[in-house]
């Protein structure tokens, strides 16, 4: 009987520790699907969009206000640097740099942009939201 015991233990910490590297490989998926949508919107100038779909409420209204001040600003390229990716604290950054310019002007100009992202809301409903501004394009 405590072999029993220790064998229906040993495989519910088994089952256990898999679904959490499951959910975790979820949540990395979800990340990286937000991230990359999030960056294609920026590339096509739908900022305000992009704004709208995954920017925290919390910093909603400042992030508008940064996409209406960059209208007019054409973006040729993004290129994601670096990320750091912690699933246990549910937060994630992100260095990507931006090539644009501002026309009339040809002059193509490069900026960094640390995107700061946690993973919010309901249990039953989390989603990966950016905490940080749209950059400040000048």
């Known amino acids: 009987m405590n072999i029993g ?3 229906a233990a040993l ?17 990395q998926d979800q990340f990286d699907k ?6 294609r919107m920026l590339r096509w100038d739908d900022l305000e969009a992009a704004g709208m779909n995954f920017a925290d409420t919390s910093i909603r209204p ?6 209406e001040a960059a209208k007019g600003v054409k973006i040729t390229e993004y ?9 246990l604290r549910g937060e994630a950054k992100i260095k990507v740099e931006i090539d644009y310019y501002i ?9 960094v942009d640390n995107q700061r992202w946690a993973y ?16 400040e394009f000048k």
Do not use: F, H
Not at 11 to 20: F, Q, R, Y
Not at 34 to 39: Q, V
Not at 79 to 87: A, E, G, H, I, S
């Open 79 to 87: 290129r994601l640097k670096y990320t750091d990716y912690d699933p």
């Open 5 to 7: 015991r220790i064998i």
């Open 62 to 67: 400042d992030y508008l206000t940064r996409a």
């Open 34 to 39: 937000t991230t990359k949508e999030y960056n």
């Open 120 to 135: 919010k809301g309901p249990e039953s409903d989390k989603s990966w939201r950016l905490m940080s501004l749209l950059p």
């Open 11 to 27: 495989l519910t910490l088994l089952a256990i520790g898999g679904c959490s590297n499951y959910e975790q490989m979820l949540m």
């Open 103 to 111: 026309p009339p002007s040809p002059v193509l100009k490069t900026l």
